[in-house]
């Protein structure tokens, strides 16, 4: 009778990933190769089309996905570009294209806004995450899988070697 492994990753586990991701031109988007991205399983810390190309699997395991928009940051959506007066923004902030800022969303929660067009008065910002709309190709090396800590599965998210300070 064989047992299952206990460093398999599953919902309540705690990873550890080397990654890279690219976009379907394949450029790099964003990585992590020093060991040190770690994440709870299970608790909606990382987009869901790669949490669940981890299912199962194992310290040492490869894994080269490819997520949809829809399993990443969502489709891109067109009503979240909107003009606004170029008084929203500090006055002394110099404003161009590319630049993000943080905005309070109707319910009060933080977003963040990217500047596509300066004009005169007027800034046109983009609340869409820069990813959506867009495929994610992860090259992805998992490195090790424990069980989450009782308070890291009551926090949501993973605490460092030394526990975790709220701020």
């Not at 060991?35 to 949490?51: D, K, M, Q, S, V």
């Not at 977003?111 to 005169?120: A, N, Q, R």
């Not at 609340?127 to 992860?138: M, R, S």
Request: glycine letters at 10%; aromatic letters at 4%; hydrophobic letters at 35%.
């Amino acid at each position: 009778m064989e047992t299952e492994p206990q460093n398999v990753i599953e919902p309540q586990k705690v990873v550890t990933l080397n990654y890279t991701l690219k976009d379907s031109d394949g450029n790099v988007l964003d990585e992590s190769n020093d060991g040190n991205f770690t994440y709870l399983h299970g608790a909606n810390n990382i987009i869901p089309g790669l949490e669940s190309a981890l299912n199962g699997k194992q310290p040492g395991e490869t894994v080269d996905v490819s997520v949809a928009p829809e399993e990443g940051y969502g489709e891109r959506d067109p009503t979240k570009l909107q003009a606004v007066p170029r008084d929203m923004f500090p006055a002394d902030a110099e404003i161009a294209s590319g630049m993000q800022f943080h905005a309070q969303g109707p319910n009060g929660e933080v977003l963040v806004v990217t500047v596509v067009d300066v004009t005169g008065d007027e800034v046109t910002v983009d609340g869409n995450h820069p990813l959506a709309g867009v495929e994610l190709n992860f090259a992805v090396e998992v490195l090790d899988v424990r069980d989450a800590s009782r308070e890291e599965l009551e926090h949501g998210h993973v605490h460092g070697p030394g526990g975790h300070e709220h701020e």
